[in-house]
């Protein structure tokens, strides 16, 4: 069958099942699971003899939504909450998986331009990080302490400003998206070339182990959600550049409702970095190498399961569930 008869004689059907899926009216989980069948029975048509074919775009974007609505509807009764963090995220991260690797390819990019630049110029590092910071880090080297600017103010109130502070440069990250990804871009341009200097300074002065087992403590999770904000950011903006098959205003509605998901999914793990910073990361020069090393690797693994593996196994799940293999 041509490529041209194929999609005239699906074109109503997928139309219609696409009113379904993004309509207020849903049928129940079993009449849309065999709908759903149906599609990756198209999807799989069309990825065997029209291989290059945009259709097989389509058909994937309207299967992975498919995956949400009737998973969502299946768990209805379920406490929403839990299904929110459990389910929906996951899947969400799944579908946009590529936005999740191109904002951690442009991060290590743009550090590995700060690492490179600052190496290359002596006077690289005090204009990116100011010299009130560096003067201070440099006292505090020499006092054998590189990390001790962290000692500074309280407990709550380092916790309170530094939390606030991430969630703003969060939510900042994911807004300016709405400039085709561009402002999302370089957020995470300041914060890589940031980075890059930021530790080439320590390297520079023979103490990168000694701010790595310290600042990452707290640092592994921050940047980790910075990085996944900006996937939802490069989300926001890729709705509003590729609408695909939908019109623009609506691939924009779907844009921000997943992308603002995705950015409230970072808020745990920034608290979390918040009260790391505030009350731990202080004593990290009085710690056992074990224990400062042991809590760089636990947190860094918590938020690389749940943003890396787990929306794979979720996915793998509710496909098995539906009989699709």
Partial sequence: MRE??????????????????????????DELASLYIQLINDLSYAQTYYPKSKIIGYLNQLAAKAFQKIYKTKREDKNRFIEFWKTEVPLIVYEYRR????AFLLFFTFTAIGVLSAAKDDTFVRLILGDHYVNTTMENIEKGDPV??????????SFIGITLNNLYVGILTFVLGIFGGV???????????????????????????????GI??????????????????????????????????VSFKIGVKNGVKILISTFP???????????ITRYS?????WLSVGIILITLSIISYYYLVYPFIVNKKLRHSYGVV
Avoid: C, D
């Fill in 183 to 213: 402002g999302t871009g370089y957020k995470l341009l300041q914060t890589g070339i940031m980075l890059g200097a930021f530790q080439y300074m320590f390297q520079a002065e023979g103490v990168l182990w000694e701010s790595v087992r």
């Fill in 285 to 289: 020069n009085i710690m056992p190498n």
């Fill in 148 to 157: 001790a600017i962290y000692k500074s103010g309280s407990n709550w109130g």
């Fill in 99 to 102: 936005y999740v690797l191109y």
């Fill in 216 to 249: 990452w403590i707290h640092g592994a999770m921050e940047i980790f959600a910075i990085v996944i904000e900006g996937a939802a950011g490069l989300i926001l903006g890729a709705s509003i550049l590729f609408p695909k098959t939908y019109s623009r205003f």
């Fill in 4 to 29: 041209v008869a194929f999609i005239k004689q699906n074109k109503e059907k997928w139309l219609n099942f696409e009113k379904t899926i993004f309509g207020k009216q849903l049928k129940n989980p």
């Fill in 269 to 279: 793990f920034t608290f979390a970095a918040g009260f790391l910073e505030g009350y």
